[in-house]
C-alpha cells in the first residue's frame, strides 16, 4: 500500500468507525419511538422514556449529514484523481472551478438544510444539496458501474443519500401532520434506506477488493 492509497481508505474507515454505528443507534430509536407511540395510543403506561423520539431525530441529523459527507468523501477522490491525471485546471479550467464550486455549494446547502425551519426554505436546501451531489456524481473519473446499476455502489450511495436528504426535508411534516401519512412515508422510505445501507456494505467492500486487484494487475 503506497501512502497515496491512505486516501482512498479514507472513506470505508468513516463508514465504518463512525457510519455505521449511527445507523445501529438510529434504527434503535426509531423503534423504541414507535413501540412508544402505539403503547401510549392504547392508553398502556409505557416504560420506554419519552426522549426516545427526541434522541432518534438527534441522531438521525447526524446520520444524513454523515451519509451524504461519506458520500461526498467517496465522491471526492474519483473526481480529485481525474482532475490531478488530466491536469484539469491547466486543460478546462472552467470545469475544475465549476466542481469545486459545487462541492462547496453542497456542503452548504447541506448545513442550511439542517438549520432551517421553514417549509420552503427546507425545500429549496434539500433540493440544491441533491441536485449538487447528483452533478458530481456525473463527472469523469467516478465508477458509476452503468451497465450493472442493480449492484452498483454508486447508484445505491447516492439514493440512500437522497433518501436522507428527503428525512431532513420533510422532519417537521411528520410531527405536523395529524394523519400519520408523513410518518408512514418516513418509515417506509428509510427501512428501504436500511437495506441500502447494507448493500453499501458488501458493494463497498467489493469495490475496495476490485480496486486492489486492479492496481495490482490481477
Ligand atoms: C435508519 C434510518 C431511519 C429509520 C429506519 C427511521 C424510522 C423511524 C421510525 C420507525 C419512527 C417511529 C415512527 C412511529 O412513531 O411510528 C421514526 C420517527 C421519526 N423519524 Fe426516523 N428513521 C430513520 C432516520 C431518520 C432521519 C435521518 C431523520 C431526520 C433527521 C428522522 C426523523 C424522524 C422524526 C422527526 C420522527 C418522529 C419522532 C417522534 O415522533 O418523536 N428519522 N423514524
Ligand atoms: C452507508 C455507507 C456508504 C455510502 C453512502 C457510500 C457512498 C459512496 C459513494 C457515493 C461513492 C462514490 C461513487 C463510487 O465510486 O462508487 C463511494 C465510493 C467508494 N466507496 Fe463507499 N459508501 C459507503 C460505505 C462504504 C464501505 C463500507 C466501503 C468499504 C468497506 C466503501 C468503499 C468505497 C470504495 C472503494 C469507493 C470507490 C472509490 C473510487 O471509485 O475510487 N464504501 N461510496
Known amino acids: 500500500m503506497k501512502p497515496v492509497d491512505f486516501l482512498l481508505i479514507i472513506h470505508p474507515v468513516i463508514a465504518v468507525i463512525f457510519v455505521f454505528p449511527l445507523i445501529g443507534i438510529v434504527s434503535y430509536f426509531a423503534e423504541q419511538t414507535r413501540q412508544r407511540r402505539l403503547q401510549t395510543l392504547n392508553k398502556k403506561k409505557s416504560n420506554i422514556s419519552p426522549v426516545v423520539g427526541r434522541e432518534h431525530v438527534l441522531m438521525g441529523r447526524w446520520l444524513s449529514g454523515s451519509i451524504v459527507g461519506v458520500s461526498l468523501l467517496g465522491l471526492a477522490y474519483p473526481i480529485g484523481e481525474n482532475i490531478i491525471n488530466n491536469r484539469l485546471w491547466s486543460s478546462n479550467l472552467f470545469l475544475f472551478l465549476f466542481i469545486l464550486i459545487i462541492f462547496v455549494v453542497t456542503i452548504a446547502a447541506l448545513v442550511i438544510l439542517q438549520k432551517t425551519r421553514q417549509k420552503h426554505w427546507r425545500g ?3 433540493t440544491l444539496t441533491g441536485i449538487g451531489l447528483v452533478i458530481l456524481g456525473f463527472q469523469d473519473g467516478v465508477f458509476r458501474r452503468d ?3 442493480y449492484m452498483s455502489h454508486f447508484y ?4 440512500a443519500a437522497l433518501l436522507m436528504i428527503f428525512s431532513l426535508a420533510i422532519l417537521e411534516e411528520i410531527y405536523q401532520d395529524c394523519s400519520n401519512r408523513w410518518r408512514s412515508v418516513h418509515i417506509i422510505l428509510n427501512c428501504f434506506a436500511l437495506l441500502l445501507f ?12 476490485e480496486i486492489g486487484k486492479y492496481k495490482l494487475g490481477g
Not at 156 to 159: E, K, R, S
Not at 198 to 209: E, H, K, S, V, Y
Open 147 to 149: 451497465n450493472q446499476w
Open 198 to 209: 447494507m448493500a453499501q456494505g458488501m458493494t463497498g467492500i467489493r469495490d475496495l477488493l
Open 124 to 126: 429549496v436546501f434539500a
Open 156 to 159: 445505491f450511495g447516492i439514493l
